[in-house]
């Protein structure tokens, strides 16, 4: 789609994407974080059951739990994040900014091709 500035209808947009870019950061923490913090707890309940696993295996299985449980929440915290982003740099943020003559906007503006404009005219 060709982004038109409503004002000057200069076709040089810049597509901000910062709700976008915040979500996905804020998401990525709060995700591994999220998963990090319930297996630590997890683990703790497992040391106070368990008298079958060394104090060395079971040191290993959580820092191994917590690794990568930290790095599948943040990849998914990530997208949850960047789609919310998403949704407040289309309906909250000007998101959209003009090069030419400096306007920001929030909704896209295009204006259609000829043949978008009448289709079966020639």
Known sequence: MNL??????????LVRNRGKK???????VAGALG???????????????SDTLSTTGILLTTATGVILSGLMGGSTGAVVGAKLGEI??????????CLSCGLRYSQPSSSPTQDQAYPGFD
């Open 4 to 13: 038109i500035c409503p004002q000057c209808t200069s076709a040089r947009i």
């Open 22 to 28: 915040i979500g996905s950061a804020l998401g990525t």
């Open 35 to 49: 998963t990090a913090v319930s297996i630590l707890r997890s683990s703790e309940l497992q040391e106070a059951t």
């Open 88 to 97: 407040v740099d289309n309906n909250v943020l000007n998101n959209y900014q």
